[in-house]
Nanobody, 126 residues
């Protein structure tokens, strides 16, 4: 298992930006497909972004495409989510997750991930 700790959340005005980080410890980081999910109050957890083991491939939810960027630094055991042009509807707890898969695999579904962080709150005011 890998342990994940998110940081970087906060309160920001609409149109602003935040950079979320997720630090991993435990098994070799570059063996994991990584993903970001979010859960707003009263709603189900939803997929946000995913990145392959080497970082060569990425995938995004339509709602964040063009505004959010996922990246990873395998030397630092960290995955990032750069969030730009934030909207009030982006308000949620953001979770990072680690899963197994092939070299170029992307994980779009929560069941593909075995390890989850505790989450970091992002609040976007109008």
């Amino acid at each position: 298992q890998v342990q994940l700790v998110e940081s970087g959340g906060g309160l920001v005005q609409a149109g602003g930006s935040l950079r979320l980080s997720c630090a991993a410890s435990g098994r070799p980081f570059n063996t994991y497909v990584m993903g970001w999910f979010r859960q707003a109050p009263g709603k189900e957890r939803e997929f946000v972004a995913t990145i392959s083991r080497s970082g060569i491939r990425t995938g995004y939810a339509d709602s964040v495409k063009g505004r959010f960027t996922i990246s990873r630094d395998n030397a630092r055991n960290t995955v990032y989510l750069q969030t730009n042009s934030l909207k009030p509807e982006d308000t949620a707890v953001y979770y990072c997750a680690a899963g197994h898969g092939g070299t170029y695999h992307l994980g779009y579904y929560s069941y593909e991930y075995a390890s989850w962080g505790q989450g970091t709150q992002v609040t976007v005011s109008a």
